[in-house]
């Protein structure tokens, strides 16, 4: 972790003692870590007690500038809700020493690179490669990445699992379902690939859902996940989180189903769209898939003190899908 950290910070992201860091995460992520190990480079850290976003929608534009921030690691999940809200940076924040924002803690959205807040500044997000919506721009330093079938076998240009096949592969496998352009090389991370759905003999991962309904008209969020009957056999619910003064209608179903169609197939479309209170994040604003399916399939969880937002679990857990 200390020799990927220096490679990260010092060779990735040419971060010297000029450079002043500040991380949205909580300590008790790998940031910890990650922090503790820039100091080696000469770093400054810039700590902040709370959520910054939570004092004013500029307050951490306005760190920026008085702290001369110059790097900032911030979650993929903020990023869409500064969006959603316009909580961009005004006329009067300069900026002039940001030159880095890192999208963590899940894919980020292929439409951030195109808000206009972004691109404030022409070198926010480039570094020094192409940059490519939606995909990652070059593996780190030492890194043989490659995105597997089913058979185990590398493959480009095709969707891959990471552990599959007949036998364990000699190798660390991060469990996320990806794709590597056969043009530009990049890699695109879709989501855990224990959290792919496998209804009617269809096989996709939930982040397919998630990509087909980006930018869909007063839709804040979603979570989509299996339910099982008796024999196994399975369905896919798809839970939505409303923006205000929006309301989950029978046209409004529809609409989300031709455009999960539109995007992907037919065989991506849900068994059932639900409207929900609110959708469970983690401590890294990642959606819980695998916690909700467990809930709904009356499955006991262990992990449920790492949610943000606990109040909404109850109505998983007390929800009669019915049988099927």
Not at 55 to 72: C, Q
Not at 88 to 103: E, N, V, Y
Not at 259 to 270: A, D, K, L, N
Not at 278 to 294: C, F, H, R
Request: glycine content about 6%.
């Amino acid at each position: 972790m200390f020799f990927a950290s220096l490679r990260d910070f010092g060779l990735h992201q040419n971060c010297t003692r000029r450079d002043k860091l500040f991380n949205q995460c909580p300590n008790g992520w790998i940031s910890w870590n990650m922090s503790v190990n820039t100091l080696h480079l000469g770093l400054t850290l810039v700590l902040y007690d709370g959520d910054p976003f939570q004092e004013s929608p500029t307050r951490f534009w306005d760190l920026v500038d008085k702290f001369g921030i110059t790097s900032t690691y911030m979650w993929s999940s903020t990023i869409d809700f500064m969006d959603i809200n316009n909580w961009g940076p005004t006329p009067k924040h300069s900026l002039k020493t940001l030159r880095q924002i890192f999208p963590i803690g899940s894919p980020a959205k292929p439409s951030t690179l195109s808000r206009n807040w972004v691109w404030l500044k022409k070198w926010l997000w480039i570094l020094k490669w192409p940059l490519y919506r939606g995909e990652q721009q070059v593996p780190s330093l030492g890194m043989d990445i490659r995105v597997l079938d089913e058979n185990g076998a590398p493959v480009i240009g095709k969707k891959g699992v990471s552990f599959s096949g007949p036998k364990p592969y000699p190798l660390w496998a991060r469990a996320d379902d990806g794709w590597q352009n056969p043009i530009t090389k990049g890699l695109v991370v879709y989501g855990r690939s224990d959290e792919t759905m496998n209804p009617k003999g269809a096989r996709y991962n939930c982040a397919d859902i998630y990509f087909a309904l980006e930018g869909f008209p007063g839709l804040k969020d979603c979570v989509v996940v299996s339910q099982y009957n008796k024999d196994m056999d399975e369905r896919v619910i798809l839970f939505v989180k409303m923006l205000p003064g929006h309301s989950l209608t029978d046209e409004v179903k529809e609409e989300i189903n031709k455009t999960i169609e539109r995007h992907q197939t037919y065989e991506h479309v849900p068994d059932i769209i639900m409207e929900a209170p609110d959708i469970p994040y983690n401590l890294t604003g990642k959606k819980m898939n695998a916690l909700v399916k467990k809930l709904i399939n009356k499955k006991p969880i262990m992990n449920a003190e790492i949610v943000i937002n606990p109040s909404c679990l109850e109505f998983y857990k007390n929800l009669d899908l019915g049988k099927f």
